[in-house]
């Protein structure tokens, strides 16, 4: 009975990780915007409430730290009579140009969505 157990309990053990793995893996493939992360989402902005509104794109620049620092992109925005500049992943930098115009989602400094009038 003992070693009826010792591969049982291993067993159930395995089928539930790999259940687990499957969901996990299912909820990662959606709605992602263009940065990546699921809708909504901002790496240490869970608490900045979201903002949008209409914009448009002004300028964008890069900023290197150090010689093995990694890059960082930001898009200047003009929001109505607002003018912001927005932290941005790779991606979207360089999927957006200067001019473009569209509905802007921000939570503070960092860019949830921007959607790009047709």
């Not at 990780?17 to 996990?24: D, E, G, K, M, N």
């Not at 709605?31 to 990546?36: D, S």
């Not at 002004?58 to 730290?65: D, E, Q, V």
């Not at 003018?83 to 860019?111: A, N």
């Amino acid at each position: 009975m003992k070693l009826h157990l010792m591969f049982i309990v291993p067993a159930v053990f395995a089928v539930f990780f790999i259940v687990v793995v499957i969901i996990s893996l299912k909820n990662m493939t959606k709605m992602k915007n263009f940065n990546g992360f699921p809708t909504g989402f901002v790496p240490g902005g869970q608490d900045l409430p979201l903002e949008s509104g209409m914009a448009k794109v002004l300028s964008k620049r890069r900023a290197r730290r150090g010689s093995n620092g990694g890059t960082s992109y930001y898009v200047t925005f003009a929001i109505g009579e607002e003018v912001k500049e927005i932290r941005v992943f790779s991606p979207t930098f360089y999927s957006i140009s200067e001019g473009d115009e569209g509905m802007l989602y921000y939570k503070g400094y960092m860019l949830v969505d921007f959607k790009k009038n047709a």
